[in-house]
């Protein structure tokens, strides 16, 4: 049987074209389809070895304005491509902006089942199709070297040669190619010359936390959760103002993640407020601002805001909006 590598287009810098080959910052982002994308890298076919291509436009989107609709349709299509016996893994041409939440939402929504034996590589890059020196195709060959790397599994990050886990990825620059970090983790490994060489074991599919049903999952109206952030001064003014404010096409509020200071630390007149919106039946929880580290117990423990160990804000808002779906 011929097996088969997919590539789905999200869009993204790596889509992206500017007036100038000069030109790396002033593009429009999402311009180049995947199949052209991909014809345009002269060594894809000797990276591909004997796996024949197939290629799928699920969305055409600067990931900045990544919606839930987007989401909706790529999980549904990771999970049908990832269902065929013949598929050996995918690549998933998205921007660098969002990359992290989509690789984590990916990594709790797919079936630990179809995860098992297969991994979801989301790749990315910093400078336009249209550049001169553009690192796309670099960063689409490594990912390719991935998925169809013996033992791969799971949803992971490649970008500069260097893989990160959906748990830990998170992008911490905006300009240089190599973006990406995985904090206290560490990346999961490198791509060298084609070969990948693990820094630690595959991603854990196991430990997907919130599984959840493709039918809840691609319910029309996904519960509203908002992130607010604690800082000198900080008032209760915004967490007062999500929840009175007239109820818009994205529903009543159901969450607040709290990006904390230090170890989840909150302005006490913040609390106030999240206290009011707790009792009014918003569930509130509790990340920090820190890029490094995670919140450390006791110190938050018991006093009613409960925190997703180890998730960043952005991460933590997905988790709890997958907690409040289920
Ligand atoms: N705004 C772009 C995006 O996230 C940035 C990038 O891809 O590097 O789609």
Known sequence: MTKKLVFLGMGGTIAGTAASAADNVGYRAAQVGVDQLLQAI???????????????????????????????????????HLAQADVSGLVITHGTDTIEETAFFLSQVVPTALLASKAVVLACAMRPASSMSPDGPRNVLDAVALACTEGAKGVMVVCAGTIHTAQHVQKIHPYRLDAFDSGDAGPIGYVEE?????????????????????????????????????????????????????????????????????????????????????????????????????????????????????????????????????
């Open 194 to 326: 084609g070969v990948v060489r693990l820094t630690y074991p595959w991603p854990k599919t196991e430990d997907v936390r919130r599984p959840i049903t493709l039918e809840k999952m691609a319910q029309a109206a996904w519960p509203r959760v908002e992130i607010v952030t604690s800082y000198v001064g900080a008032s209760g003014a915004i967490v007062r103002a999500l929840c009175s404010a007239p109820q818009g096409s994205e529903g009543p509020l159901r969450g607040l993640v709290v990006a904390g200071t230090g170890n989840g630390t909150i302005h006490a007149d913040l609390d106030v407020a999240l206290r009011e919106a707790q009792a009014m039946g918003v569930k509130v929880v509790r990340s920090t601002r820190c890029a490094w580290g995670q919140i450390v117990p006791p110190s938050v423990l018991g006093d009613g805001f409960s925190h997703f160990e180890g998730l960043s804000p952005v991460k933590a808002r997905i988790a709890l909006i997958l907690e409040l779906l289920a």
């Open 42 to 80: 002269p060594t894809l076919g000797t990276a591909l070895g004997c796996h024949e291509l197939v290629s799928e436009q699920v969305a055409q989107v600067d990931s900045k304005d990544m919606a839930f609709t987007h989401w909706k349709a790529l999980a549904l299509r990771v999970c049908h």
